[in-house]
């Protein structure tokens, strides 16, 4: 027999929680980050659902157009319950900015995600970074120097960061797992993939790189701090940029038009 589903807040963890209000209409990463850092995930759920009383510049962001009414509207049960089993069935990690795996790199960073999502190997991220970015319009001449620089740098054992983006990022991708499938099991491991992305972690974009998301996360890991099922909204792009660049030691543009 199958268990009970949850029936209060109190039964989800923070990351879960958390991630739930990221999914909230208009939350955004800097009002996300006043819920969340001020109250904690828990307290945040109650504050918008009207259970707990707001004070302050909570009550500012409450009353702030109609978003308190369509927060209580939208912070539901089910909403917990489809955002706990969209992590479970897409094998990701939600990762608050205290939590002990959330990638010290990026921690440091002031405008930093309060809440990452994951799906991988997040020790890769420990290990030595370059970005790879350029133009989805390459031409030959940039994919193909692209993908043997991701080659290159994996063989000398360093992380290669990029966008997933057709172009240059893919190319520089799949110059890494080039290497990985064919790396000797005697060697030194070589450099993972680092995938950071726009989208949430089970909305792939564009659509023909699924199977390069999959081995990226396979072999490396996938980072975004959207929630699952958020589509790859325009405005998510400099966010997933901001963050692939606080990610890179060194970052090279390829090609840029």
């Not at 009207?50 to 978003?67: F, S, T």
């Not at 790199?105 to 995600?113: F, I, K, S």
């Not at 063989?155 to 190319?171: E, F, H, K, N």
């Not at 950071?196 to 701090?225: I, K, N, T």
Request: charged content about 20%; hydrophobic content about 45%; some cysteine.
């Amino acid at each position: 027999m199958s268990s009970s589903p949850a029936r209060r807040v109190g039964d989800y963890d923070e990351s879960t929680v958390a991630a739930a209000l990221a999914s909230l209409s208009g939350v955004g990463p800097a009002r996300l980050r006043t819920l969340v850092v001020s109250l904690g995930a828990h307290d945040a759920w109650r504050t918008v659902r009207g259970e707990l009383p707001a004070r302050d510049h909570i009550a500012a962001l409450l009353h702030d157009g109609d978003l308190g009414r369509l927060w209580r509207r939208e912070a539901t049960l089910e909403l917990l319950e489809r955002t706990a089993t969209a992590l479970h069935a897409g094998k990701m990690q939600a990762l608050l900015i205290n939590d002990p795996e959330y990638p010290s790199v990026l921690r440091g960073d002031h405008a930093a995600p309060v809440v990452l999502f994951a799906r991988g190997n997040l020790a890769v991220c420990a290990t030595r970074r370059v970005g790879i970015i350029g133009t989805r319009a390459a031409s030959a001449a940039g994919r193909h120097f692209a993908r043997r620089l991701g080659t290159q740098l994996a063989a000398a054992g360093v992380a290669v960061v990029s966008g997933l983006a057709r172009g240059i990022d893919a190319a520089a991708h799949r110059g890494v797992l080039e290497l990985t499938d064919t790396a000797p099991t005697d060697t030194s491991s070589p450099g993972a993939p680092i995938g950071v992305v726009a989208s949430g972690l089970d909305v792939v974009y564009p659509r023909e790189h699924s199977a390069l998301w999959h081995d990226v996360a396979s072999r490396g890991v996938l980072l975004s701090e959207s929630p699952p099922g958020c589509k790859p909204d325009a405005f998510r792009f400099p966010l997933r940029n901001r963050m692939l660049a606080a990610l890179s030691e060194v970052l090279v543009v390829v090609e840029s038009r």
